[in-house]
């Protein structure tokens, strides 16, 4: 259950977080203009596959999965096969389908937490960045950033973001574990100001017959 779970978070800094990177004026402002665009949404709802790559067993696994933010607050639903978390911004509530069993506890606010409401800004925070050039695909034009964390006791030591040039938007990132795994997250689709209700962000187990509320509170 904790590697799903860690699994999500990877999943979170992925949306937006190089060796020896300096910061860069320009990659600074290409991320500025993302999490400004970004912050004029009010509901975000992205599909996305991630391709999990492992050294130790040399093997490929693909998931699907569908995310909401809202963008101006700490609130998130991220929905996978075999797992959902959904956070109202002081409440996670952890679903675990197999098991039949949801965990809730406290949302941890310090700037040491990853979660996927910070996916367009975590950057600002404990990271260099380098701007590494343009990459054309088709008729779209991608622009190439690496991402290093300050703290060298991350798990990862890099993540490369593709980002759409004239969407401004984040379309891809590969995350690059110390341990030789390595997790490519495409975003499929994305839907700015996605018409859903508030109550998407709070987890009623009242309509999950048969499911354990454990409560770690």
Known sequence: MMKRLMLLLVIAIGFISAVNAQT????????????KKYRSYNIVKADFSLLIESKQTNS???QQGTLYVKANANKYKVSMTGQEMTSDGKTLW???????????TD????????????????????????YTGDKKV??????????TPTDINKSYFKIRLTIDKA???????LIFEKNGNKYTYDVKSFVAN????ESIFTFDA??????EVVDLR
């Open 194 to 197: 996605a018409k859903v209700p």
């Open 167 to 173: 969407a401004k938007q984040i379309a891809s990132a």
């Open 94 to 104: 952890t679903y675990l389908k197999e098991e039949k069993e949801v965990q809730v």
């Open 206 to 211: 009242k309509k999950f017959p048969g499911v």
């Open 138 to 147: 088709g008729a779209k034009v991608y622009q190439i950033i690496d991402l």
């Open 107 to 130: 949302v941890n606010t310090s700037d040491e937490a990853l979660n996927p409401a910070k996916i367009f800004t975590i950057y600002e925070k404990g990271f260099k960045y380098l």
């Open 24 to 35: 860069d004026a320009k990659a600074k402002t290409i991320l500025n203009e993302v999490s």
């Open 60 to 62: 490929k696994d693909t």
